[in-house]
């Protein structure tokens, strides 16, 4: 009778613990909640960057005070019991993940900060990109290193599995897995995506000729690349793809480019009207730097003249814009003004007796 009073206490208590901790959880959670927006409308360091960082760690500051709680409740009221020795590894395992996970949301925050004081909207923006593309691979670094060590100390707390956990905390450990796998695909794109960052053959925004496609670079990861086509269609790469075949980079060192307008007329044309009509039609247009503007005769076949045109622009989208304008000009200006000059096939005819 007295064991079965015991029992019942005891389990009583347990209810009422556990019941307590429950609410004790929600009105923390209320009470964070509160905190937050409080923080959020006053504008403590006013900025975004504050509100960014608000928002992203609330979820793990919670996460916190719930194991700072678990664990003066396991200690308090659960110490007794024969599964008391599990809910203190299951704990001991929350917090490494937890730290784990702050961290990887300060890394974020980190990147948010600095990626906040570029801007890659305006004209001169090669330094803007550089800085991005190497923000981005980092990050990704950044966090599967972190995620890496909190897994290893994570074994480090069983038994069992703790050889494997101290191996891949030391040096040699590691060394030995980065030799073992440097085989297999996976790593070999994260070595690539690292090495992109450092070396940067593109960077974001770059304009690119991939597999015969014109694109902007949109996204880099430690794996693949993402081309935005000008047609709004994406096209995919592994980040092994720009390290190991050519492809042409037009903002490799500045978005400034030169373009090509070839014109294929007769003989009879005289170019140097060309040289005297252009200087008027770009005068007004917006799409040309004022740099270069140049007018020759790059070919000659059996039946008519190459003449090309060259102009440039502070980026390839007003180059393009400002090619297709000033070839319909000129088209137009030919057919006003020398209507029988564009490219013609002579053909004789005759009978030999």
Same mark, same amino acid.
């Given at each position: ?27 923390i ?37 719930y ?6 409740? #396991?200690?308090?009221?659960?110490? @007794? ?6 809910l ?6 929350l ?8 961290? #990887? ?19 001169? =923006? ?13 990050? !990704?670094?950044?966090?599967t ?24 905390? #030391?040096?040699?450990g ?20 690292? +090495?992109?960052?450092?070396? +940067?053959?593109?960077?974001?925004? @770059?304009?690119?000729?991939?597999? !015969?496609?014109? !694109?902007?670079?949109?996204?880099? #990861? ?8 000008? @047609? ?15 492809f042409? =980079? ?5 978005? @400034? ?36 503007w140049?007018? +020759?005769?790059?070919?000659?076949t ?14 390839s ?13 000129l088209v ?8 029988e ?5 002579r ?7």
């Amino acid at each position: 009778m007295r064991s079965l009073f015991v029992l019942y206490n005891d389990e009583f208590k347990l209810a009422v613990a556990i019941g307590s901790f429950i609410l004790l959880l929600i009105i923390i959670y209320f009470i964070l909640k509160f905190l937050i927006s409080l923080l959020k409308k006053k504008k403590i360091n006013s900025g975004k960057f504050t509100g960014f960082l608000l928002d992203l760690l609330k979820i793990p500051a919670l996460w916190v005070v719930y194991w700072i709680l678990l664990k003066i409740f #396991t200690s308090v009221f659960l110490n @007794d019991y024969p599964f008391y020795p599990y809910l203190l590894h299951l704990n001991t395992l929350l917090i490494i993940f937890s730290v784990a996970w702050v961290i #990887t949301r300060f890394i974020r925050a980190g990147a948010y900060y600095f990626q906040s004081n570029l801007d890659i909207n305006v004209s001169d =923006n090669l330094d803007a990109r550089k800085k991005l593309t190497q923000i981005k691979v980092l990050i !990704g670094l950044a966090n599967t290193m972190v995620i890496f060590i909190a897994i290893a100390v994570g074994l480090l707390t069983f038994e069992k599995a703790k050889a494997i956990g101290m191996s891949l905390l #030391t040096s040699a450990g590691i060394l030995g897995i980065v030799v073992g796998f440097a085989a297999q695909k996976s790593l070999g794109l994260i070595l690539a995506g690292i +090495q992109i960052a450092f070396t +940067q053959p593109i960077r974001l925004d @770059d304009v690119v000729i991939v597999e !015969g496609e014109w !694109g902007r670079i949109e996204e880099i #990861t430690l794996t693949y690349v993402v081309v935005k086509i000008w @047609d709004e269609r994406r096209l995919i790469l592994p980040v092994t793809w720009f390290l190991e075949k050519p492809f042409q =980079n037009w903002t490799r060192t500045n978005s @400034d480019i030169t373009g090509s307008i070839f014109l294929y007329v007769d003989y009879s044309f005289p170019v140097a009207s060309l040289r005297m009509v252009i200087p008027e039609l770009l005068k007004d247009n917006d799409n040309w730097d004022e740099r270069v503007w140049n007018v +020759q005769v790059s070919n000659a076949t059996d039946n008519y003249k190459e003449v090309r045109i060259l102009i440039s622009s502070s980026d390839s989208t007003k180059n393009w814009d400002l090619k297709v304008d000033l070839r319909e000009k000129l088209v137009d200006y030919i057919n006003e003004n020398f209507p029988e000059s564009f490219a013609k096939i002579r053909i004789e005819s005759g009978v030999k007796i």
